[in-house]
């Protein structure tokens, strides 16, 4: 079964850091693009950040530059979005997904994980 598993979600404080990751099963993840989205209640998901699967190229939303970034780990089949300097307005549900070719847009996007809560707050 090709599954897609995020982790590494938690309740931080403003300043702090978390380590995502997101591991996959069933297939590599050589192949693929993977991007990391976030969906904040009450708002549209959107996308933070990308690695492309051929020359590791990466794509940052504009909100999220300088404090995230993104890395991939073949051997152990796995894409990590480290993330820094958090913010209140980073609170979100973060998914990553695999694509062939990495996009700020959900379309193109093939299997997706079921999400890790981010919360950031005092």
């Known amino acids: 079964q090709l599954q897609l598993v995020e982790s590494g979600g938690g309740l931080v404080q403003p300043g702090g850091s978390l380590r995502l990751s997101c591991a996959a099963s069933?297939?590599?993840?050589?192949?693929?693009?993977i991007g990391w989205f976030r969906q904040a209640p009450g708002k549209e998901r959107e996308g933070v950040s990308c690695?492309?699967?051929?020359?590791?190229?990466?794509y940052y939303a504009d909100s999220v530059k300088g404090r995230f970034t993104i890395s991939r780990d073949n051997a152990k089949n796995t894409v990590y979005l480290q993330m820094n300097s958090l913010k209140p307005e980073d609170t979100a549900v973060y998914y990553c997904?695999?694509?062939?070719?990495?996009?700020?847009?959900?379309?193109?996007?093939?299997?997706w994980g079921q999400g890790t809560q981010v919360t950031v707050s005092s």
């Open positions: 997904a695999t694509s062939y070719v990495c996009s700020p847009y959900e379309y193109g996007y093939d299997y």
């Open positions: 069933g297939f590599t993840l050589d192949y693929y693009a």
């Open positions: 690695i492309s699967s051929s020359d590791g190229s990466t």
